[in-house]
């Protein structure tokens, strides 16, 4: 499960870089890590990710990882997401 976690985390960043913009990543994460979305609406926020039924299950397995994580540790996460979205590396993208 861990693995599959690491691919689709690999994955968005590849998508972005392949010139889509990095808007749609952020949407993305910030639809991840938001306690408000249920893991049926995250499936449906992020549908055109999903090719197949194994994709789904891990998305939700995904959403339900971030549903157990404190507010705390959730803007902790949102916090370094948004300090590598402004880093002088991503500035280049």
Known sequence: ??????????AFPLYCYAGSGCQLLEDVVEKTITAELSPAEYVEAVQEFIPDEATEKAAIQLKQCYLKQS????????TMMNSMYNSAYCALF
């Not at 507010?71 to 949102?78: A, C, G, H, K, S």
């Open 1 to 10: 499960m861990k693995l599959v976690t690491v691919l689709m985390l690999v």
């Open 71 to 78: 507010n705390e540790t959730l803007n902790d996460f949102r």
